[in-house]
């Protein structure tokens, strides 16, 4: 190989490995318990249902298309 290609790859590592990461300061989220998720698990009833309803649902879906097609076929 080159040499060039050697020292160039050098300075490259070099670079990066002081380099600060970029973010934004503007965005700072807590670490707090049930903050970083997008729904409340304070109502217990409530979030049972919900995770039935969506789980159920992804489950029942497969077998509800398979009605619906041999429903078409008129094999039903």
Known sequence: ??????????????ATIGATPKRSGAYHW??????????????KPALAFGVTAYLGTGFALPFV???WQAWKAGRV
């Open 1 to 14: 190989m080159n040499a060039a290609v050697f020292a160039r790859t050098g300075i490259r590592a070099r």
């Open 30 to 43: 807590t670490n707090d318990n049930g903050k970083n998720i997008p729904f409340s698990t304070k109502n």
């Open 65 to 67: 298309a398979g009605y």
